[in-house]
């Protein structure tokens, strides 16, 4: 059910593309885009189980599927599905996925480069397992809500296409107190 109501939310704001072109010729709004984009990543995976006296430290792949609005030059918007692949050491593993909403305040340096930082919120669901010693493999499934932020640089290939390599920092929060830092690129269409 989860997929089902990410992939209608992102065919719901590519759908948007075309409402947005109309706009843009009817109220003169010539800095108003609409984007969307895939990306890949490395992550690296931190987490402590204190109730169960476990822990562990890897780094594994993610990928991700957004689409966003650019207001002006400097302001964006963006929803994003992010799948983090599975995250493990010899007695336990977390895989996670999550939808994301964030706000981008971007510093064009010329035409072809800006910077950028972003700040948002992820919606995150996780697998975990974990091998126990005389209670054998526990698994639970959690979920939340927690802050992300990252900043990155974004080069524009030509009149549609960019490329963005970015880090990002998500903040979740729960009693096994995960931290996850990634590093990404990803490549846009904006219409």
Do not use: C
Request: charge should be negative; charged fraction near 25%.
């Amino acid at each position: 059910m989860k997929q089902l109501t990410i992939a209608a939310a992102l065919l719901a704001s590519l759908g948007l593309a075309s409402t947005a072109a109309h706009a843009e010729s009817d109220f003169g709004l010539e800095d108003y885009k609409i984007y969307t984009g895939i990306g890949y990543g490395q992550y690296s995976f931190q987490w402590e189980d204190r109730e169960n006296d476990t822990s562990f430290d890897d780094d594994s792949s993610m990928l991700k599927a957004y689409v966003g609005t650019k207001i002006n030059p400097y302001w964006s918007f963006e929803l994003a599905y992010e799948n983090f692949d599975e995250a493990s050491d010899i007695d336990n593993s977390a895989e996670i996925d999550g939808v994301s909403l964030s706000t981008r305040l971007s510093a064009p340096l010329n035409e072809y480069f800006s910077v950028y930082a972003k700040g948002g919120w992820l919606e995150w669901d996780a697998d975990i397992y974990a091998d126990i010693p005389a209670v054998g493999r526990v698994s639970s499934n959690l979920e939340g809500g927690d802050w992300l932020y990252g900043a990155g640089v974004e080069f524009h290939l030509n009149e549609n296409i960019n490329m963005r390599l970015e880090y990002t920092r998500y903040e979740l929060e729960d009693d096994i107190d995960p931290d996850m830092d990634v590093a990404a690129v990803s490549i846009e269409y904006q219409f």
